[in-house]
């Protein structure tokens, strides 16, 4: 590669960066003249790549959107983190986009020098997605229509689906878009019911084009992802409240916010509020972590840990061992 076509790339690297380089910076770091910049920056122009440029003090190159999509020069994070990126994305919950990340993400192998093509490879074959059946698909057709909504503030009519199979007719001023587990939810106003909802995107049948914009309300009190897990966790059919004796950070990592709250009440211990359809699901999960735990609250998850308990009782007493000893109710567990 010449050192002109080299010096191109490189100050086409730079301009991808979404800021405003002064011509003395960028002089700097290709290590040219200032002159040398100008000529270079023309050269893009010349082959297509819009490189805005304003005078000034203030003033710098840009490289803003055209009809041409230059070519993306990544560092080996980057470039690792796009390929995972789009593994992901092809077995994502997008209809539609499963194929197209498949053929970006072969593009992308080819490409990729040799360092960053095994650790990539080895990834895909190491890693194995199981994805869940019940999991409900959008499109990109219907993700775009209601982005653009919330991005111009254009209010919004659908039929909705709820839960329990009944429809609705809604009025909406949308809001936000929020991706949470592995469905999509519209967080908008609801202008017939006066008040703030969150309808899942699989639900939403759109009914003609948008309305007309509407001035910007104030958001839902407090931090939106806050709002969202309280009310999601209202939407909960079984609650249950834990002692659990951890630190918080250890037991948070391991609840996404859709399936529960964690509060610390002090440097070893925390509160965990857990939710979900099924009291044994609930109470179990804690399990997992390796710590005792006390029940704060919940009738349901009060009854299902004593199932939980027979159970084990029962487990170790029809055990391999043969040892009635080893087993009955009153017995204690040993790990």
Request: hydrophobic residues 40%; contains cysteine.
């Amino acid at each position: 590669m010449s050192a002109t076509s080299a010096r191109l790339l490189r100050l086409l690297s730079l301009l991808q960066t979404p800021r405003e380089w002064s011509g003395s910076e960028l002089a700097e770091r290709l290590e040219v003249s200032r002159r040398t910049v100008r000529r270079d920056v023309d050269r893009l122009r010349g082959l297509g790549y819009p490189v805005h440029a304003t005078r000034g003090g203030a003033g710098g190159y840009r490289l803003a959107a055209g009809a041409k999509l230059p070519p993306l020069l990544l560092d080996d994070e980057e470039a690792v983190a796009v390929a995972v990126s789009l593994r992901s994305a092809a077995l994502g919950t997008v209809a539609g986009l499963q194929d197209t990340a498949r053929r970006a993400l072969s593009k992308l192998e080819q490409v990729l020098p040799p360092r960053l093509r095994g650790p990539v490879r080895a990834i895909e074959a190491a890693t194995v997605t199981i994805p869940d059946r019940d999991t409900p698909t959008v499109t990109p057709a219907a993700l775009a229509a209601l982005a653009t909504a919330c991005r111009d503030r254009q209010s919004l009519r659908f039929d909705y689906t709820a839960h329990d199979g009944t429809g609705s007719y809604r009025r909406t001023e949308p809001l936000r878009l929020v991706s949470w587990g592995e469905r999509w939810y519209l967080v908008a106003f609801d202008l017939d019911r006066d008040d703030w909802r969150t309808f899942r995107v699989d639900r939403i049948e759109p009914r003609g084009p948008t309305g007309p914009p509407f001035a910007a309300r104030e958001a839902p009190a407090g931090d939106l992802t806050a709002s969202l897990t309280r009310q999601f966790g209202a939407m909960w059919p079984v609650r249950a409240v834990f002692r659990v004796h951890a630190p918080a950070e250890r037991i948070a990592p391991g609840i996404a916010p859709a399936d529960g709250v964690v509060e610390a009440v002090d440097d070893a211990t925390c509160l965990v509020t857990l939710g979900g359809s099924d009291p044994l699901v609930v109470t179990s999960f804690l399990c997992m972590f390796g710590v005792d735990f006390t029940l704060v609250e919940g009738e349901e998850a009060a009854a299902a840990l004593r199932d939980l308990r027979d159970r084990c009782d029962r487990a170790l007493m029809d055990g391999p061992t043969g040892d009635p000893a080893g087993g009955g109710p009153n017995a204690p567990i040993t790990p």
